[in-house]
């Protein structure tokens, strides 16, 4: 078990490391965990967000069934990880303006109306002290993270990161998933080490 930081008042959340048995493309090891971007929309921008319901003003969601809220990625610098999801990868920043003025202790991008990355500076690695062993274990990369969108957003997310020069692997066919097998999927690496992989199920 990984732990981070969630504020600077020490409140501990905990990131869930794990490891599967699955058997992947040799340029890549087995999945973490997977997300899913909002089908539909242009990927040439800040992710779009379609309205949600079960969603209150406050922006906190109403049903409360358990669901994969956020994945924390160590990284060197988050404001210039935060542009790299957002023009390469096509996701919306959040709080960065809070954090480049220091107040908030970390950026995130949104995934979809339900789940975030959040992008933690690896400096803080070393103040992980809220469970024994932690410090220890903080500041790796998860082994991957998996992003499932529809197969036009699959295709342009795919130009979208040769365009800017970042390295992909070949695709490949039938990756299983949490839906069964993808018709095809691909991995990249962010600046910062995380390894992401892309699929799609339709």
């Given at each position: 078990?990984?732990?981070?930081?969630?504020?600077?008042?020490?409140?501990?959340?905990?990131?869930?490391?794990?490891?599967?048995?699955?058997?992947?493309?040799?340029?890549?090891?087995?999945?973490?965990?997977?997300?899913?971007?909002?089908?539909?929309?242009?990927?040439t921008?800040?992710?779009?967000?379609?309205?949600?319901?079960?969603?209150?003003?406050?922006?906190?969601?109403?049903?409360?069934?358990?669901?994969l809220?956020?994945?924390?990625?160590?990284?060197?610098?988050?404001?210039a990880?935060?542009?790299f999801?957002?023009?390469?990868?096509?996701?919306?920043?959040?709080?960065?303006?809070?954090?480049?003025?220091?107040?908030?202790?970390?950026?995130?991008?949104?995934?979809?109306?339900?789940?975030?990355?959040?992008?933690?500076?690896?400096?803080?690695?070393?103040?992980?002290?809220?469970?024994?062993?932690?410090?220890?274990?903080?500041?790796?990369?998860v082994?991957?993270v998996?992003?499932?969108?529809?197969?036009?957003?699959?295709?342009?997310?795919?130009?979208r990161?040769?365009?800017?020069?970042?390295?992909?692997?070949?695709?490949?066919?039938?990756?299983?998933?949490?839906?069964?097998?993808?018709?095809?999927?691909?991995?990249?690496?962010?600046?910062?080490?995380?390894?992401?992989?892309?699929?799609?199920?339709?």
């Amino acid at each position: 078990m990984i732990v981070d930081s969630r504020a600077t008042t020490g409140r501990p959340e905990a990131i869930a490391s794990r490891t599967s048995s699955d058997t992947m493309s040799t340029t890549c090891l087995p999945p973490v965990c997977r997300v899913s971007l909002i089908p539909g929309g242009s990927r040439t921008g800040p992710n779009p967000l379609r309205a949600v319901t079960g969603v209150t003003e406050a922006g906190g969601m109403t049903d409360h069934t358990t669901r994969l809220d956020h994945i924390v990625l160590w990284v060197e610098d988050p404001i210039a990880a935060a542009e790299f999801y957002e023009k390469a990868v096509g996701l919306e920043p959040v709080r960065l303006a809070d954090y480049s003025a220091g107040e908030a202790p970390f950026p995130s991008v949104r995934v979809n109306e339900e789940t975030i990355l959040d992008l933690m500076p690896r400096a803080k690695a070393e103040r992980m002290r809220m469970l024994p062993g932690a410090a220890e274990s903080s500041g790796h990369p998860v082994n991957h993270v998996c992003l499932s969108l529809p197969a036009s957003d699959f295709d342009a997310l795919r130009s979208r990161l040769e365009e800017s020069s970042v390295p992909v692997s070949d695709v490949s066919r039938d990756s299983f998933g949490a839906r069964g097998p993808a018709r095809r999927s691909f991995y990249f690496r962010d600046p910062d080490g995380n390894v992401f992989e892309a699929r799609h199920y339709d």
